[in-house]
């Protein structure tokens, strides 16, 4: 099931972390937005706030890709779907 207008992602972390990658693709796989957000992460739940990554972009069905940074090693990547609507 998509995630309609996210405005942050909720993320599991098996351990801590410095940061997350976050990646955004069309239905189409195309790259439209990517960006490093550095922000301390813990064991557990984290909510990192999208911002406005996704506010600019076209109504549809997109693909985010999230990794987390420790110590400048990449963890496993996780792809969620999004579905952006208009309010």
């Keep these: ?3 309609p207008n996210p ?3 909720a993320l ?5 972390g ?3 990658g976050v990646a955004v693709y069309t239905k189409a ?3 439209v937005y990517r960006v490093e957000i550095q922000e301390p992460l813990v064991t557990g739940w984290n909510r990192i706030s999208l911002g406005t990554a ?3 972009l076209p109504m549809g069905l997109y693909y985010v890709q999230v990794h987390a940074l ?3 090693v990449v963890s ?3 792809f969620v779907r999004v579905f952006l609507t208009r309010r």
């Design 70 to 72: 420790r110590h400048g």
């Design 76 to 78: 496993n990547s996780a």
């Design 7 to 9: 405005e942050y992602l």
């Design 1 to 3: 099931m998509p995630n």
């Design 18 to 20: 410095d940061g997350v």
């Design 29 to 31: 796989l195309v790259l």
């Design 12 to 16: 599991n972390m098996q351990g801590s």
């Design 54 to 56: 996704l506010q600019n």
